[in-house]
């Protein structure tokens, strides 16, 4: 929806252009590209997610902003530990 919205702020109602083929693909070229992904979804590649090691720390995380907690999770995720969180 904020794709479209941002296309038609971009049209003059009044304007009686003529577009070729190739300045219209550009114009649209943002929501074509999103139409391609949501149809090809199943065929994106998803990230593995890494084997823990199971003498990885663990540590619990609680704190009243998520922001802070997703941060801190993916962060900490990548350095090899094993993160619960809690709100």
């Not at 296309?7 to 003529?18: A, C, H, P, Q, T």
């Not at 540590?59 to 094993?82: A, F, P, R, Y």
Request: no cysteine; charged share 35%; proline share 2%.
């Amino acid at each position: 929806m904020a794709i479209t919205e941002k296309l038609f702020d971009g049209l003059d109602e009044d304007s009686e252009r003529v577009w070729n083929r190739t300045e219209l693909r550009n114009f649209l070229f943002e929501l074509i590209e999103h139409t391609y992904e949501y149809e090809h979804f199943d065929e994106v590649e998803t990230k593995a997610k890494p084997v823990r090691d199971s003498q990885a720390p663990l540590i619990q995380i609680i704190d009243d902003d998520i922001s802070m907690l997703i941060l801190l999770k993916d962060l900490l995720e990548d350095k090899g530990w094993m993160v619960i969180t809690n709100a």
